[in-house]
């Protein structure tokens, strides 16, 4: 059996970082995800709102870098809870038990929507260890491709 989602939409909250009586980090939100489909009506698209819980490093890194606004890409499993209101009420809730959450968006992106990007630093990549080249002088700094000066027009294959 399978049971796989993933979820791409922004946060409607900041996400609420609690731990358990045993010091496992827990962490619950919302995502705001717009349907793919226009309603006829009104030309609008509508918007799920999904609760999401996070457990222990996930939890951690979640509360640590996503901020309400920010665009977030969730991967994880629905679970559906059977449980008891205050008033002794039988409710049934769904929730997705998120594995993963990436980065939907970049700190610059966020910046740029209303400053909801969080404080946190890219890591910056040197140049791997050996069989490096810089591009050659002839090219733009910022092109990635060149062009092939011994081109014969023959096809490898």
Partial sequence: MLNKIFLMGRLTRD?????TQTGTAVASFSLAVDRDFKDKATGEKATDFIDI??????????????????MAIVEGRLQIRDWNDKEGNKRRSAEVVADNIYFGDSKRDGDSAGGYAPSYSAPSYGAPAGGYAPAPAAMPANDQFAELNDDDGELPF
């Fill in 15 to 19: 996400p609420e970082l609690r731990h």
């Fill in 53 to 70: 819980v996070a457990w222990r490093s996930t939890a951690e890194f979640v509360s640590r870098y996503f901020t309400k606004g920010r």
